[in-house]
């Protein structure tokens, strides 16, 4: 049997650290561009840093792609990598709009014009949705981004449709709606809840600050998330998926759900910005900071599953307070 190749770009990140850790259990060989220099840590953390099935290639710039495509001719190509910041993007939209809508059609063309028999997947997001949708959205719903992060993802996203529909490649987006794990970066507030709670029931010390803790999100488990991007990929036809859980949490229940994984009882008190949790002394653990709101915290998008739960034999998910636990513990354990 043939071993199959997949390309994966942000191998790093989150998301590609997982996908190539799910794919050598597969014995895929992974072919991995990165920048010189790359930070490998996630990669250690699951224990592939070093694996054979990993050819790391260091490229400069996105021209280099095409020798990479040409040479290699990936069985699939998983394009992750991406500036992924929603707040940040305000700060530099030229830049973002470059790597993340740019960057995408560099890769499709030379997957078209280098190796056409290549499966594409774009991690596409939820933020290119219309924002006041109160249902579960389908694939089909109105895309109607309001920040550079979105526009760029749907800029994106419909070159990957143009590609499919006109030119004949076998194109995916996979609609990512939110999802965490143990190898979040500091900057996401999953990463932030979590961290600063095992510090909190370690150590003690300043309490959480948060903002809206009333924001809803339809939040998953990327090791899941990585199983689905895969099952995209096998099928007969390619199509775009929703990848989402089809349930909204609130920044109040991770809250809770992390005190609760270390056994450390809390309760509320107030609300709004006067909202505050104290522990059984009577301390105060999370307190608010008008600072911390966006001004789209009041955009409680849920993704309908329903399409790529279809396409998965075992869509099993990770229920929410189990890998809010999970993250909870590992930061724990991560302290002196």
């Known amino acids: 049997m043939t071993t199959k190749t997949a390309l994966i770009t942000g191998i790093t990140g989150q998301?590609?650290?997982?996908?190539?850790?799910?794919?050598?259990?597969?014995?895929?060989?992974?072919?991995?561009?990165?920048?010189?220099?790359?930070?490998?840590?996630?990669?250690?953390?699951?224990g592939i840093d070093d694996k054979e099935n990993i050819n790391f290639l260091v490229y400069s710039q996105w021209s280099d792609f095409e020798a990479i495509i040409s040479q290699h001719k990936p069985t699939e190509i998983y394009h992750l990598a991406a500036m992924s910041h929603v707040g940040q993007s305000h700060e530099n939209p030229q830049k973002v709009f470059d790597v993340n809508c740019n960057w995408t059609l560099e890769l499709?063309?030379?997957?078209?014009?280098?190796?056409?028999?290549?499966?594409?997947?774009?991690?596409?997001?939820?933020?290119?949705?219309?924002?006041?949708?109160?249902?579960?959205?389908t694939e089909e719903d109105e895309?109607?981004?309001?920040?550079?992060?979105?526009?760029?993802?749907?800029?994106?996203?419909?070159?990957?449709?143009?590609?499919?529909q006109v030119k004949g490649l076998y194109?995916?987006?996979?609609?990512?709606?939110?999802?965490?794990?143990?190898?979040?970066?500091?900057?996401?507030?999953s990463k932030k809840i979590c961290s600063h709670v095992a510090r909190?029931?370690?150590?003690?010390?300043?309490?959480?600050?948060?903002?809206?803790?009333?924001?809803?999100?339809?939040?998953?488990?990327?090791?899941?998330?990585?199983?689905?991007?895969?099952?995209?990929?096998?099928?007969?036809?390619?199509?775009?998926?929703?990848?989402?859980?089809?349930?909204?949490?609130?920044?109040?229940?991770?809250?809770?759900?992390?005190?609760?994984?270390?056994?450390?009882?809390?309760?509320?008190?107030?609300?709004?910005?006067?909202?505050?949790a104290i522990n059984a002394k009577g301390d105060i653990v999370v307190s608010i900071n008008e600072k911390y709101f966006r001004p789209l915290d009041n955009r409680f998008l849920c993704g309908d599953n329903s399409k790529i739960k279809a396409i998965c034999q075992d869509f099993s998910q990770t229920p929410f307070n189990q890998w809010?636990?999970?993250?909870?513990?590992?930061?724990?354990?991560?302290?002196?």
């Not at 499709?108 to 056409?116: E, N, R």
């Not at 309001?146 to 449709?161: C, D, E, R, W």
């Not at 809010?324 to 002196?336: A, F, G, I, P, R």
Request: charged share 20%.
């Open 108 to 137: 499709l063309s030379y997957t078209l014009q280098h190796s056409p028999q290549s499966r594409f997947f774009f991690a596409s997001s939820c933020e290119i949705y219309r924002n006041d949708i109160a249902h579960p959205v």
């Open 200 to 276: 909190i029931v370690k150590h003690g010390g300043e309490p959480l600050t948060l903002g809206n803790i009333e924001a809803k999100k339809d939040w998953g488990y990327a090791p899941d998330y990585v199983k689905y991007i895969y099952s995209i990929l096998q099928q007969p036809h390619a199509h775009n998926y929703n990848v989402s859980t089809s349930e909204l949490h609130s920044v109040k229940d991770m809250v809770d759900a992390a005190f609760s994984a270390l056994n450390y009882p809390i309760s509320w008190q107030g609300k709004g910005i006067n909202a505050q």
């Open 15 to 46: 998301d590609g650290s997982l996908l190539a850790h799910y794919l050598i259990s597969k014995s895929y060989k992974i072919i991995a561009p990165t920048r010189d220099n790359p930070d490998k840590s996630n990669l250690e953390l699951l």
């Open 324 to 336: 809010v636990k999970s993250m909870t513990t590992h930061e724990w354990n991560l302290l002196d």
């Open 171 to 189: 194109a995916c987006n996979g609609v990512l709606f939110n999802h965490e794990s143990e190898l979040r970066p500091n900057s996401f507030v």
């Open 143 to 164: 895309k109607k981004p309001n920040n550079p992060y979105g526009i760029s993802k749907l800029s994106a996203h419909q070159m990957v449709n143009y590609y499919r």
